[in-house]
């Protein structure tokens, strides 16, 4: 219990510290180009790989939260971590294809209307709403573990409304995901550091 509580406090404060890079690399990216023209390498190339990298932090955030789900909550953290391995996978092979593959045809990979785009946020909006979604009752008790259903909820949802956007063709809809993921998410996940960091010091 206690190697899982240190694991999971090493990876939500991993997953906030990957947020904040990624917001810097943005605004880097955007002083760069702009807002009318795409962002480039290097930052392009950054921004590819904290993506990875924040997929795999909260795969393993997810592993630790089932971990310590008690008995009778374990199903839905384990529906959660199922719902998160799809979301790695998904998200990783296409930032893989664009670090690879997209960037020596010269395809650009996360431009709508794009297949590898839409496989994209079905792994951000879809399936990473569904894990926070099905993460959230897991937490029940005191306080702190209270807000921290509330915020997974509240997270999850704006992920899975942000889907609304690429079904009916407008993109700034999906900005409601982008405000579950990009904001919303590394605050619930301070919340989670320190709830970790206390079971981990009993």
Same mark, same amino acid.
């Given at each position: 219990? $206690?190697?899982?509580?240190?694991?999971?406090?090493?990876?939500?404060?991993? =997953?906030?510290?990957?947020?904040?890079?990624?917001?810097?690399?943005?605004?880097?990216? #955007?002083?760069?180009?702009?807002?009318?023209?795409?962002?480039?390498?290097?930052?392009?190339?950054?921004?590819?790989?904290? $993506?990875?990298?924040?997929?795999?932090?909260?795969?393993?955030?997810?592993?630790?939260?089932?971990?310590?789900?008690?008995?009778?909550?374990?199903?839905?953290? +384990?529906?959660?971590?199922?719902?998160?391995?799809?979301?790695?996978? @998904?998200?990783?092979?296409?930032?893989?294809?664009?670090? =690879?593959?997209?960037?020596? $045809?010269?395809?650009? &990979?996360?431009?709508?209307?794009?297949? @590898?785009?839409? &496989?994209?946020? @079905?792994?951000?909006? !879809?399936?990473?709403?569904?894990?926070?979604?099905?993460?959230?009752? *897991?937490?029940?008790?005191? +306080?702190?573990?209270?807000?921290?259903?509330?915020?997974?909820? !509240?997270?999850?949802?704006?992920?899975?409304?942000? +889907? #609304?956007?690429?079904?009916?063709?407008?993109?700034?809809?999906?900005?409601?995901? #982008?405000?579950?993921?990009? *904001?919303?998410?590394?605050? =619930?996940?301070?919340?989670?550091?320190?709830?970790?960091?206390?079971?981990?010091?009993?």
């Amino acid at each position: 219990m $206690t190697t899982a509580s240190r694991i999971g406090f090493r990876a939500a404060a991993g =997953t906030v510290a990957v947020g904040v890079l990624y917001a810097i690399a943005v605004g880097l990216g #955007i002083a760069q180009a702009g807002f009318d023209r795409p962002i480039l390498d290097p930052v392009l190339w950054i921004m590819e790989v904290l $993506t990875l990298m924040s997929a795999v932090l909260i795969l393993i955030l997810l592993a630790a939260i089932h971990a310590l789900a008690s008995p009778e909550r374990n199903v839905f953290s +384990a529906i959660a971590l199922c719902c998160g391995a799809a979301f790695a996978a @998904l998200t990783g092979a296409v930032h893989f294809v664009a670090l =690879t593959a997209g960037r020596q $045809t010269g395809f650009t &990979v996360l431009e709508w209307p794009s297949t @590898l785009y839409a &496989v994209e946020l @079905l792994a951000w909006d !879809i399936f990473l709403g569904l894990a926070l979604l099905f993460a959230a009752p *897991v937490f029940t008790g005191t +306080a702190r573990r209270t807000r921290i259903r509330w915020m997974l909820s !509240i997270t999850g949802g704006l992920c899975m409304a942000g +889907a #609304i956007g690429p079904i009916v063709g407008d993109m700034a809809v999906q900005r409601i995901g #982008i405000v579950g993921y990009g *904001v919303l998410l590394p605050v =619930t996940c301070v919340l989670l550091a320190l709830l970790f960091r206390k079971d981990s010091h009993g």
